[in-house]
């Protein structure tokens, strides 16, 4: 999520002025120093943040540091939070929970459970909450100020409120996809992070390369329904469908439509192959890498955090298992951007990271080379790369 700079000096600005949040009889005042980080998705609402609160007449004041999850079915708080007296130097740190009936930060008026304490000690919490079973979520008023919920308020709502117009994203079939085993085919909207995903469906259309077919050599397939929703909680907006299909070259794409909104623009297409069955011990038995993570159909965001490469070696020759190795995002015959320069082959395990200014979609994959010798290599399943919806901002101090 893009740092806006406008909501960087709010949160510092209101930190350093101490403005008051909620209070209990005039004693205590409590300031939001920094929102370090924050993010609203289907399934839950998560908030890092740092704060002090102070009693009148007292020398030194506390300093915490939390974070806190909304999950919205069910509707629970989840909050893990550090305390630290300016004072004494006492430090206490505990996790708890409650049940409220809205996310307590961006609304007020919510309904709180009684807390309980997972682990750590209670010492953690301010004093006022501590002390009253049924308080916990009013550390979203006691510590943002109101400006700082009005704005992620506004965020909230943009998210909710987005365009409808947007093809869905397809998560290309992983490229060893074999006889025998079905075919995955899945699909995700690019919009309505914020909200359970309801009333959509999918249709899919798909195509077989048939290399004596003239001047359009793909011959259209009977997918039979749409695709339907996953059962369960289909918060992300996901869906899927399994054929089996024989050995060949396929493309697909999809067409996403709601029962009020209408239908959206057609995916572009997506080519996958579909390859003859091999045995894992055969596999193995050759001198080969073997990419095991991501294994394909994965959605990545654009982020800071690293993802995780992971892969095996089998009986590979020791100046190529102790010697370097490339990782390399691709997408079809394009390389899209070098990962990882150089590390160790008998290490399987690497952190890469998406950031900059990437292509979005499906099709992406990870190739790991040996630089000691470039016929050893492997190419991972393919996966999506999103970026986050442009309305979403990113608070730091």
């Not at 709601?258 to 038995?285: D, N, R």
Request: aromatic content about 12%; glycine content about 8%.
């Amino acid at each position: 999520m893009k740092k806006k700079p406008f909501m960087e000096i709010i949160v510092l600005v209101m930190g350093l002025l101490l403005l008051p949040g909620l209070q209990y009889g005039g004693e205590y005042q409590y300031a939001l120093i920094a929102l370090d980080s924050h993010d609203f998705l289907p399934a839950r609402n998560t908030y890092q943040w740092r704060g002090t609160s102070k009693f009148e007449g007292q020398n030194g004041h506390i300093e915490f540091t939390c974070s806190m999850i909304y999950y919205k079915v069910p509707d629970n708080l989840v909050v893990q939070i550090t305390s630290r007296n300016t004072a004494t130097g006492n430090v206490y740190t505990g996790a708890f929970k409650a049940s409220c009936n809205k996310d307590p930060v961006l609304f007020d008026n919510v309904n709180c459970g009684s807390w309980q304490k997972t682990s750590g000690e209670t010492n953690a919490l301010p004093s006022q909450i501590a002390h009253n079973e049924k308080t916990l979520c009013a550390l979203g008023e006691m510590f943002f100020p109101p400006g700082i919920r009005e704005a992620l308020r506004g965020e909230y709502s943009g998210l909710n409120e987005g365009p409808w117009t947007l093809a869905p994203m397809p998560v290309s079939p992983g490229e060893n996809s074999v006889v025998h085993s079905p075919v995955t085919f899945e699909a995700f909207l690019p919009f309505r992070f914020a909200l359970p995903c309801t009333g959509w469906r999918f249709t899919l259309l798909l195509e077989r390369h048939d290399p004596k077919g003239g001047s359009y050599p793909w011959i259209k397939m009977n997918t039979g329904d749409p695709l339907k929703s996953w059962e369960g909680k289909n918060f992300d907006c996901r869906w899927k469908k399994e054929m089996k299909l024989a050995p060949g070259k396929y493309r697909y794409k999809l067409q996403a439509a709601h029962y009020e909104k209408g239908k959206t623009p057609w995916s572009l297409a997506f080519p996958f192959q579909v390859k003859m069955k091999i045995q894992a011990s055969a596999l193995q038995a050759a001198k080969h890498i073997v990419i095991t993570s991501p294994r394909g159909g994965e959605m990545w965001r654009i982020r800071k955090e690293p993802y995780y490469v992971n892969w095996k070696c089998y009986g590979l020759p020791a100046a190529v298992y102790n010697g370097p190795v490339k990782i390399v995002l691709r997408r079809g015959d394009q390389k899209i951007k070098t990962l990882r320069k150089k590390i160790s082959a008998k290490t399987e395990a690497s952190r890469v990271y998406l950031t900059g200014d990437l292509p979005t979609g499906g099709g992406f994959f990870i190739r790991i080379r040996s630089t000691v010798d470039p016929a050893y290599f492997s190419d991972s399943g393919t996966f999506s790369i999103i970026k986050l919806n442009p309305g979403m901002k990113t608070m730091k101090r």
